[in-house]
């Protein structure tokens, strides 16, 4: 299986701020990235596909971007609305699978 | 707009079946792809499977014990886990999606008990 490593596992940060969320595969991956946004009690939310496009309503703060096996996913002004669990999900090889998890938390 | 609905038992006992489905709304089932995932309590998120009008796909950690099938003249589609334990207890989501996940259910909780 292809691993998906993410860092950091949680980052604390303040609403305005900028956070960048990494994700290195184990090995290179096509285009086939995807990240997510889950909050409890929710249906999980794609946020970004094909390493770098924006899905249909999702807000312009968030971008992702990157290649071989490391990308990256950023919110540029970090809204309430942020708080969030995300994750990256590579798609080139079966299984399908996703990184850890990084927690967004309210500083 | 797509939805989709979990549905299934809440609790099942060690060693017997998981079923759960998946009802389909505001969009056809026909021409597209249908994945299982799964979260467990302080875990990440694992891919299942999937299901479409010609295949199906399980994850190698758990194709012996799982199947899915596609039921288009209901619009929904189900997933069976075989011979579970309690590491099977997780919210357990459907999602349309080829490479990427875009519309998820909410997610149902079985537990193993």
């Known amino acids: 299986d292809i691993q998906m490593t993410q860092s950091p596992s949680s980052v604390s940060a303040s609403v305005g701020d900028r956070v960048t969320i990494t994700c290195r595969a184990s090995r290179a991956i096509g285009p086939w990235l995807a990240w997510y946004q889950v909050k409890p009690g929710k249906a999980p939310k794609l946020l970004i596909h094909v390493i770098s496009s924006l899905q249909s309503g999702v807000s312009s703060r968030f971008s992702g971007s990157g290649s071989g096996t490391d990308f990256t996913l950023t919110i540029s002004s970090l809204q309430p609305e942020d708080f969030a669990t995300y994750y990256c999900q590579q798609a080139d090889r079966f299984p399908w699978t996703f990184g850890q998890g990084t927690r967004v938390e309210i500083k | 707009q797509v939805q989709l609905r979990e549905s299934g038992p809440g609790l099942v006992r060690p060693s017997e079946t998981l079923s759960l489905t998946c009802a389909v709304s505001?969009?056809?089932?026909?021409?597209?792809?249908w994945n299982w995932i799964r979260q467990s309590a302080g875990k990440g998120l694992e891919w299942i499977g999937r299901?479409?009008?010609?295949?199906?796909i399980y994850n190698p950690s758990l194709k012996s014990r799982v199947a899915m099938s596609l039921d288009t003249s209901r619009s929904q589609f189900s997933l069976q886990v075989r011979s579970v334990t309690a590491a099977d207890t997780a919210f357990y989501y459907c999602?349309?999606?080829?490479?990427?996940?875009?519309?998820w259910g909410q997610g149902t909780l079985v537990t193993v008990s």
């Open positions: 999602a349309r999606g080829t490479a990427a996940a875009d519309y």
């Open positions: 505001g969009g056809s089932i026909r021409g597209y792809r």
């Open positions: 299901v479409d009008d010609s295949e199906t």
